[in-house]
């Protein structure tokens, strides 16, 4: 399967962004999905997860109340719709799969993309 992430940019601190995640080659609608990122210098991070039917939903605590990760199986795709954000939020931001339950570990994935670039401006 290939995961194609999009929808980074420059941003205004505060503000919005949407994030997209889509799959060729193979469906992911029988699979978890996650997002991470990854900022200068740091290690990868958790952002957030869903389940297969998109029923639950697990989130780090830093992006808690401010993203909101959803999926469309139909149209093979995740979201990540990131709001209120903030300048340590700037990262690249990859897109994950998996089999089995939700995890934040990211070893847990299996398959990645190959990341968008998300800056927020102070």
């Known amino acids: 399967v290939q995961l194609q992430a999009s929808g980074g940019g420059l941003v205004q601190a505060g503000g919005s962004l949407r994030l997209s995640c889509a799959a060729s080659?193979?469906?992911?609608?029988?699979?978890?999905m996650g997002w991470f990122r990854q900022a200068p210098g740091k290690e990868r991070e958790f952002v957030a997860a869903i389940n297969w039917r998109g029923t639950s939903t697990y989130y780090a605590d830093s992006v808690k109340g401010r993203f909101t990760i959803s999926r469309d199986n139909a149209k093979n795709t995740v979201y990540l719709q990131m709001g209120s954000l903030k300048p340590e939020d700037t990262a690249v931001y990859y897109c994950?799969?998996?089999?089995?339950?939700?995890?934040?570990?990211?070893?847990?994935?299996?398959?990645w993309g190959q990341g968008t670039l998300v800056t927020v401006s102070s």
């Open positions: 994950a799969r998996r089999n089995g339950l939700i995890t934040s570990i990211k070893d847990g994935y299996d398959y």
């Open positions: 080659g193979r469906t992911i609608s029988n699979t978890v």
